[in-house]
């Protein structure tokens, strides 16, 4: 069997296994020790990618066993993509710590390797119960960082999460529950051919089971009305963290592009598309009402908080919309919002640490320092996030809105989110202006002295935003490589035949 599949959970797992025997070494040990592993998962990521594009579908079993009744992982072009993603926020966020966050907190480079591993297996699972084990794998993981030598704020910040989270896992739980006493199985290509076959009596509590999924995957996608505890639980988080938890809302949007095509998809029967209906409409007000709190934002932190909830209200409104052009479009723009939104956390860091007395504060009380290059580095990534030519986030916005003209509502999607952009860039040039273009007033020129911008805060900022210029230059291919995956997503049969088949499918697939 190939073993790719599994070394990005196994990796992670021995080294944060490793960190966390060598907590009392010296910190430049440990941040060699997570350098090498994030190497070793960057070459296994883009391993997978190579083969994913050339139509290969990997399926690895543990120990062998039958992959209906033992755990399965399963590799195809979406889960290659998010592997990928997840380990350059890894690097990212690894590289950034080290300015002294890491030095502060022992245990933080053993956290990050178990919140990696849980997200990459969230990632590559294909079953229900082990979807469930990462989620709390990467949940908890994310508790030990947000707490780690936490304040007052954070530590409040960090209790409503974890209340949040658990009250999700508790449904997550139930859910799986449900859906195992009625049909038997929760390996979801299994489940993907037996829903449909499922006799009427148990048709109301499949659907009650599968809504109930939608919820779970709500709360960690941040759908509304469940986003209200993110804007300011990712704020107060510190910034490598911030830039990892970027790609976390994204796994509840993945969970819902998963689950939602492959087991209640339009051949699931009496259950077939249940939230289809419900996704569109909460999709656009969570967009909206997030485009407004960006607008309403007093801090730059709080502010990039509600983008990220934006971000998810338009990848739920995609998958509301359905379709192999809208989904492509929006993979492309899960990349791009991901990417920026963890240069815009990594900026607003750099922004408190050269603002002395009003730090993040979206007010004119203080001059900044370093302005020129933090200013630059500000006009990328806005001009990326509000979707304003020529960067990545246009390309995506482009692509969106012409996969959603074809919907019969497309003349109000069109509305809410153009509407909603002008929000977002009249919210990112109101921060632009109060932080790096109006002067402050007389006599608050600010007496602080200039702190020095050091490499190591400035390359992993400067390697995200690089990143979204690339994403536009090569738009053409990530745009193929996305539609080429959405079309994979609404053809779960070949990922059915690969995982019930017991063996690797590595034929190739016509280009789109």
């Not at 196994?10 to 941040?31: C, Q, S, Y």
Request: glycine share 8%; charged share 10%; aromatic share 8%.
């Amino acid at each position: 069997m190939n073993h790719l599949p599994v070394l990005p959970v196994l990796i992670p797992l021995i080294a944060g296994a490793l960190l966390l025997m060598l907590h009392d070494t010296g910190v430049r040990i440990r941040r060699r020790l997570s350098a090498i592993a994030v190497l070793a998962m960057a070459v296994v990521a883009i391993l997978l990618v190579g083969l994913a594009d050339q139509g290969a579908l990997l399926v690895y079993q543990l120990g062998n066993w039958p992959s209906s009744v033992g755990i399965v992982l399963v590799v195809d072009r979406l889960a290659a993509l998010m592997l990928l993603l997840t380990v350059a926020l890894g690097a990212v966020a690894l590289a950034y710590a080290a300015n002294g966050l890491d030095d502060r907190q022992p245990h933080f480079h053993a956290l990050l390797m178990f919140q990696v591993m849980g997200i990459s297996g969230a990632f590559v699972t294909g079953d229900l119960f082990n979807l469930f084990v990462f989620f709390e794998v990467l949940l908890i993981a994310s508790y030990g960082l947000l707490v780690h030598a936490a304040d007052g704020e954070r530590l409040r910040r960090a209790t409503h999460y974890m209340v949040i989270n658990l009250t999700g896992s508790s449904l997550f739980l139930v859910a799986i529950g449900l859906i195992f006493g009625l049909v038997g199985t929760l390996n979801m290509a299994d489940l993907a051919r037996k829903v449909a076959a499922q006799p009427a009596e148990n048709v109301a509590l499949l659907r009650a089971a599968a809504l109930l999924l939608m919820v779970v995957f709500a709360i960690k996608g941040a759908l509304l009305p469940l986003w209200f505890w993110l804007p300011r639980t990712y704020a107060a988080a510190t910034p490598a963290v911030a830039a990892l938890f970027a790609i976390m809302t994204k796994v509840g949007v993945y969970a819902v592009y998963r689950v939602h095509t492959l087991v209640f998809g339009p051949e699931a029967g009496a259950v077939a598309d249940v939230a289809q209906p419900w996704l569109l409409p909460l999709g656009l007000a969570t967009l909206a009402i997030a485009a407004l709190g960006a607008l309403a934002a007093n801090t730059l932190r709080t502010l990039i908080g509600h983008l990220v909830v934006a971000s998810a209200g338009m990848l739920f409104t995609a998958f509301g919309v359905g379709g192999q052009a809208a989904l492509g479009a929006a993979l492309y723009y899960l990349v791009h919002s991901t990417l920026v939104a963890a240069a815009l956390f990594l900026l607003a860091d750099l922004v408190l640490r050269h603002r002395p007395a009003a730090g993040d504060c979206l007010k004119t009380d203080d001059a900044i320092r370093r302005r020129d290059a933090l200013a630059f580095a500000f006009i990328v990534a806005a001009i990326s996030m509000a979707a304003l030519p020529p960067l990545s986030g246009f390309v995506a916005k482009v692509a969106l809105l012409d996969a959603l003209s074809a919907h019969p509502a497309g003349a109000w999607l069109w509305t809410v989110v153009l509407a909603s952009g002008l929000l977002v860039i009249v919210a990112l040039a109101r921060a632009g202006s109060h932080l790096f273009w109006r002067p402050p007033p007389r006599g608050l020129t600010g007496t602080a002295p200039v702190a020095t911008l050091r490499l190591v805060e400035a390359a992993p900022l400067a390697a995200l935003l690089t990143a979204s210029i690339a994403l536009s230059v090569m738009a053409d291919p990530v745009l193929r490589y996305a539609e080429a995956t959405a079309t994979q997503l609404l053809a779960p049969q070949r990922y059915i035949q690969a995982v019930l088949g017991q063996r690797p499918v590595e034929r190739p697939e016509a280009t789109p």
